[in-house]
């Protein structure tokens, strides 16, 4: 963009913002490479909720969906949370609504109720606890509760019910449009074209997809799973994002999308215009009612200290 004639460095004048705003960047890895690249913190979603609640920033600048920005908020009240790309969605948190849930909980009075962190801050102030794909496994097994109600996303949720199936689990009919278009034609034509490689998949995607993979796991787990096991070749199955990830930190290995433009549109909301817009003008600010806050904040919290 071109401001007075001249250039603008984005970069730079970022920089220089986040300095005289006292703020930190965070971005998840679906982010283009250059927002990666000028963030303080680029994790996965766990990683992500748990660095907003530990700094000591006045602001948050999230490079995300609003779920994610909702979130930070939620663990960190006091501070300033803007989201760069106000529109930046997630259509699986969209998927969820507290009457629907309400009717679900007064049905099964008995299950604790598990929320996705895909969630929006009213459906957080539904539920027992939060999780994302990283730790579901461990919240699922922490709870004494026989029955599980599980929320939004229907693929996580089948996938942890088959690692605990000491559990009985009620599913919500939610998914991630982006990962649910995986099918198992996907992996055959991946698996021809490169046969020699291992399959690293999001556990968002179909269990018939999940079944088949080598790896199963949340973004900052496929990094890891790619970066230390001593294949060379590796095809991955989520959004191309961590493709900057994990070129960076294995220069000698290949990897190949399981589909052709493996794309979260909202994720790609994010520009480095927008972040310097919001840096410079304080905005889109994240506003939550307090009561909200609190309820949400306990679920969440509940899944931070989940070991
Ligand atoms: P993770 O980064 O926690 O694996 O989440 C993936 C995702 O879809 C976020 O919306
Ligand atoms: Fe939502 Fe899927 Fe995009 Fe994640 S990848 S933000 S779950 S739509």
Redesign the pocket.
């Known amino acids: 963009m071109i401001e007075s004639g001249v250039q603008m460095d984005y970069r730079s004048e970022i920089l220089r913002l986040k300095e005289e705003r006292d703020a930190c960047i965070v971005a998840?890895?679906?982010q283009d490479g250059e927002i990666q690249d000028i963030a303080d913190k680029v994790?996965?979603?766990?990683?992500?909720s748990r660095y907003c609640a530990s700094t000591d920033k006045k602001t948050i600048v999230f490079c995300?969906?609003h779920?994610?920005a909702e979130s930070a908020k939620i663990l960190s009240p006091e501070k300033t949370v803007l989201l760069p790309a106000i529109d930046a969605g997630?259509p699986?948190a969209d998927m969820a609504n507290v009457e629907d849930l309400r009717k679900l909980k007064a049905k099964y009075p008995e299950a604790a109720v598990v929320c996705y962190?895909?969630t929006t801050a009213a459906i957080k102030a539904e539920c027992d606890i939060c999780c994302?794909?990283?730790i579901a496994e461990k919240v699922v097994r922490s709870l004494p509760n026989k029955q599980i109600l599980f929320l939004p996303d229907r693929n996580l949720g089948q996938y942890i019910a088959k690692k605990v199936p000491e559990k009985e689990f009620i599913f919500w009919a939610g998914f991630?449009p982006?990962?649910n278009a995986l099918t198992t034609m996907h992996v055959k034509e991946a698996r021809e074209a490169h046969p020699d490689a291992l399959l690293a998949v999001?556990?968002?995607a179909p269990p018939e997809v999940v079944d088949l993979a080598d790896f199963v796991?949340?973004?900052?787990?496929?990094i890891d799973y790619c970066t230390q096991t001593n294949a060379k070749e590796f095809i991955i199955g989520?959004?191309e994002g961590i493709l900057h990830q994990l070129h960076k930190l294995n220069p000698g290995k290949n990897f190949y999308m399981l589909r052709y433009r493996f794309i979260?549109p909202n994720?790609k909301k994010t520009t480095m215009e927008l972040l310097y817009e919001s840096l410079r003008d304080m905005k889109h600010e994240i506003i939550l009612d307090e009561e909200t806050i609190r309820k949400a904040s306990l679920s969440l919290e509940r899944m931070l200290q989940v070991k």
């Open positions: 998840h890895f679906y994790g996965d979603s766990f990683d992500l995300g969906v779920f994610m997630c699986m962190v895909n994302t794909s990283s991630c982006t990962h999001h556990p968002e796991g949340s973004t900052k787990q496929i989520t959004e979260c994720m």
